[in-house]
């Protein structure tokens, strides 16, 4: 980007720091036969302070200053500046100041100018009581906008020069006025978030916890260091289901790798009932669409909570690739037809990272399209993170027909593979009781001899 600076003479950028200016600024020194006539830059990095949010750091790599220096200048090896960030292009309205290091610079000739390229790094940002108000609003802007944010600045550098004889002498403070032009982060909801890793690690009382791994976009030229967590909500359709945190929250320029924590804990009926769709939907292997929501309460830095509150971002949340039932198993004798039951069991896959309990099963077995048999159990089935565990023997209620006793014949044989529809799945994660549906198909279920063992 390119930014035109306008020749100041001394009583003018006087006047530009006057007391009119709603932030205070020192008056300029006046230079010494060098002007600035374009500054030029590529990206920008805002990092913040926990505990003094409204004081920052600005980073700005490989800005380009363009000077006309004096004749028996041979370039210029350092620079620092000092500026004031405007709302507009009037420079009525400041909301912030900027005061950086010195800063080596290399320097190339351009016509009859020097181009100075030099780093402004951690220059300190501040933002003073009277204008927070009005930076909050800029910040928002900035996260919201979809296209360019201009920002007006003046100030002046000090730039150390080199001359023909080998010795140095100092510009102080030639000033200079420009247009930051800076890319808007669209709401970060340029392009969705792409979770790529998503686990269930425990539970309580309160919820379920999980941890995932997503890629974000940033499609602005602006670099952000929270530097502390940011917290969304998770949503499901327009339902809050619970939490979503990210750590340490860190936003370079383009893609960006997350790793967050989340608590699922539907607070409503209508938010349980989204809830557990989505559950039913993440077990079953389908995938859902979610979305992530800032508040207000997003970010304890205080120049980002109005912004962060803007932020909506669209995702989608993998099914769960592994099936639950490994294998099942069935056990019927001669007395089976006339009690109307027999004894199934199951090898339960967990997958998750948190060990998890059945404690219900209300399921319907299908050979095909018929229905082989019902289940009804409350049982306690305790399965231990990444595990596979047989079950013990359930009764199961079967419909004596010709073709189940077919399939009865068929598990003996060792043909049998079945359906199973759960319409009640209870599990229990650490204290947090959900249920869920689940259905599996092509199940390996053969004749098993060993009950009741």
Do not use: C
């Amino acid at each position: 980007m390119k930014f035109f600076a306008f020749g100041l003479g001394f009583v003018a950028l006087g006047s530009l720091f006057s007391p009119a200016a709603s932030v205070p600024y020192i008056k300029a020194r006046q230079a010494t036969g060098a002007s600035i006539s374009q500054v030029e830059t590529t990206s920008f990095t805002l990092e913040f302070d926990p505990t003094n949010s409204w004081t920052g750091k600005l980073s700005s790599p490989g800005v380009k200053t363009h000077f006309t220096l004096p004749t028996g200048y041979t370039g210029v090896n350092s620079l620092q500046s000092s500026f004031v960030l405007y709302t507009d292009a009037t420079l009525a309205t400041s909301f912030a100041t900027v005061a950086a290091t010195s800063s080596p610079a290399s320097s190339a000739q351009s016509g009859t100018e020097t181009v100075a390229t030099s780093d402004i790094v951690n220059a300190v940002l501040t933002i003073p009581a009277e204008s927070r108000t009005l930076a909050s609003g800029i910040f928002t802007q900035l996260v919201q906008a979809t296209g360019a944010v201009p920002v007006a600045t003046a100030g002046s550098i000090d730039a150390v020069a080199s001359n023909a004889d080998g010795t140095t002498s100092t510009f102080a403070g030639v000033p200079f006025t420009q247009t930051l032009t800076l890319q808007g982060l669209q709401g970060l909801a340029g392009s969705p978030l792409i979770v790529t890793a998503f686990d269930i690690t425990g539970g309580s009382s309160a919820g379920l916890t999980v941890s995932l791994t997503a890629t974000l976009n940033n499609p602005s030229n602006i670099a952000l260091k929270h530097n502390s967590d940011v917290t969304f909500n998770l949503l499901s359709g327009t339902e809050v289901i619970g939490t979503v945190t990210i750590p340490n929250f860190q936003l370079a320029i383009g893609a960006n790798t997350l790793t967050a924590t989340g608590l699922y804990s539907p607070q409503t009926p209508s938010a349980l009932a989204a809830g557990l769709k989505l559950i039913s939907a993440y077990v079953n292997g389908n995938n859902s669409d979610v979305s992530i929501a800032g508040t207000t309460s997003s970010t304890p830095l205080e120049p980002l909570k109005d912004a962060l509150a803007t932020v909506k971002v669209n995702s989608v949340l993998p099914g769960l690739g592994t099936k639950l039932i490994a294998a099942s198993r069935i056990y019927s004798n001669s007395s089976s037809l006339i009690t109307k039951t027999v004894q199934a069991g199951f090898n339960a896959v967990n997958p998750t990272s948190a060990s998890l309990t059945i404690t219900k099963i209300v399921s319907t077995i299908y050979r095909n399209s018929s229905v082989l048999g019902t289940l009804n159990a409350t049982v306690n089935i305790v399965i231990p993170a990444k595990s596979t565990v047989r079950s013990p023997w359930i009764p199961a209620s079967i419909i004596v027909n010709t073709a189940n006793i077919a399939a009865l014949a068929a598990a003996q044989a060792g043909t049998l593979y079945t359906r199973i529809v759960a319409t009640d799945l209870q599990i229990n994660i650490g204290g947090y009781v959900t249920d869920l549906t689940y259905s599996q198909d092509n199940i390996f279920t053969p004749f098993d001899g060993t009950y009741p063992n």
